[in-house]
């Protein structure tokens, strides 16, 4: 059963992702979890589809973002243990790889990158806060491949070993809906403004009014498969329902992948 709007917390997609749009915060939590400074974030996009063949399996990314050095992060929020999360991190790698590299382009152009799961569970087992991975020589056991890629698993559930301050607090936060830092408490003003705010609420019931039909369908990977796979037709029908339920044009193009002036021109 999908959750009323009014029951999301930080730990649901549609309300993470709400949050982590805004620059700020989105932000703070990187430097937060990669212990380091970023630059200025460059590009931010929510619900990114990414095609990786006509015969792939398509990927719906929570949040992508681009800072302006030109390194990428994948920012995944993850409630349920489907214990897959490894093999899924290393094929989302490469989707995004594929998807930043052009056709002609050398290998040395491909931007440092990192995927971040934020689980409300352990996916290792070890009791850790935090897990950061990155390829290292087997045989020493310290030198890195340097192939500018890092894979990193957020332990909601061990909130209580973390040792930064604000790290704790922000995992107990998402485990817990605990506010006792500044940070998530700017976090949870915005969620309760989002939560007032008609023209999100309008597009929650949007999605989970998609998901509910591919449920209905049969339709495997539903809503996370997104409508890369669908035909150009079937575009054009949602976005047209979608500009009917007055949702915003932005929130049309990342859910249907269609340009603005194809939706502009949709009446």
Do not use: W
């Amino acid at each position: 059963m999908r959750k009323s709007f009014d029951d999301l917390t930080i730990a649901d997609d549609f309300m993470f992702c709400k949050i982590m749009q805004d620059e700020s915060i989105c932000k703070q939590f990187l430097e937060m979890i990669l212990a380091g400074q970023i630059g200025k974030i460059a590009c931010l996009s929510p619900q990114n589809s990414v095609a990786t063949g006509i015969e792939a399996k398509s990927v719906r990314l929570d949040l992508l973002v681009k800072d302006e050095a030109g390194k990428s992060y994948d920012i995944e929020m993850q409630v349920s243990n489907e214990h897959n999360l490894p093999k899924r991190m290393r094929y989302y790698q490469a989707a995004i790889d594929i998807t930043f590299l052009d056709k002609g382009t050398h290998y040395k152009a491909l931007n440092d990158s990192y995927i971040i799961f934020v689980c409300l569970f352990d996916a290792i087992g070890k009791g850790k806060p935090l897990y950061t991975f990155e390829n290292i020589c087997i045989e020493d056991g310290q030198t890195p491949l340097r192939d500018g890629t890092k894979k990193v698993i957020i332990n909601a559930e061990a909130f209580e070993k973390a040792t930064n301050k604000e790290l704790k607090g922000f995992l107990e936060y998402v485990k817990t809906g605990t506010a006792n830092t500044e940070y998530t408490g700017r976090i949870e003003t915005m969620i309760q403004a989002v939560k007032h705010n008609e023209q999100a609420r309008q597009e929650y019931r949007f999605m989970s009014g998609l998901e509910m039909d591919a449920r209905e369908e049969g339709i495997q990977q539903g809503i996370q498969q997104g409508f890369a796979d669908g035909s150009y037709q079937t575009k054009l029908e949602t976005a047209k329902s979608m500009k009917h339920a007055n949702c915003e044009l932005d929130f049309i193009m990342q859910m249907t992948g269609l340009s603005k002036e194809e939706v502009e021109s949709i009446s």
